[in-house]
Structure formats: C-alpha cells, structure tokens
C-alpha cells in the first residue's frame, strides 16, 4: 500500500474511533436520534431494504442473461449473495419474533 492510501485509512479510522466514543470529529455531527416510527417503522425499513436488495440483484441477473455487456458475472454473484444474506437475516428476526410472541403468550397472568 501507498503512503497517502495509509494516510487515508488511518485518518478514518481515527474519525470512527471518536465517533465510537460519542464525540464529534472536526465538523462533523453525530446522530443519536431514534428513527421517528419506531420499532414497527424499522422493520417495515428493514424489510424494504431486503426487498430492494433481491430486486436489484434479479435485474442484475437478467441482465447479465440477456448478454449485458455491462454487467460482469461477479457483480452478479455478490449482488445475489447480499440478498441471501439480508433475507437469512430477515427470516432469523421474524423466528427470533415469532418465538418472544409464543413466550409472551403463554405466560401466566
């Protein structure tokens, strides 16, 4: 690696660094509101986000079908292993959910 590439993740790294530790870097702000809907507004996001992933990689992989010269079968492959991993993830949440549902109802009162 080259000195000015050392440089510059260095100097990322110290932005996160004190990020991290709750203090704004050299005019920088951070962000420490809560989303505005919620829990039930995150996992809509949430799922959105998965949505829009497996959308992009299925267009992606048409077009690389149709002889896009474009697109290159390893953007393909990564864009289709980041919507299997998003939707993994989705489905563990809506388990992990299911489960704290039945817990909760089964409860004595």
């Given amino acids: 690696m080259s000195s000015p590439t050392i440089q510059s993740a260095l100097a990322q790294m110290q932005t996160l660094a004190t990020q991290a530790a ?21 996992l809509q996001a949430s799922i959105q986000r998965i949505n829009r992933l497996q959308q992009a990689s299925a267009a992606k992989t048409m077009a690389f079908q149709a002889g896009d010269p474009n ?39």
């Fill in 22 to 42: 709750g203090q704004a870097g050299k005019g920088q702000q951070v962000s420490t509101q809560v989303g505005q809907g919620g829990f039930a507004g995150e």
């Fill in 71 to 109: 697109v290159e079968l390893n953007d393909v492959m990564v864009d289709m292993q980041k919507a299997s991993v998003a939707f993994q993830m989705g489905l563990q949440v809506r388990n992990r959910l299911v489960t704290a549902y039945k817990d909760v109802m089964n409860m004595q009162v």
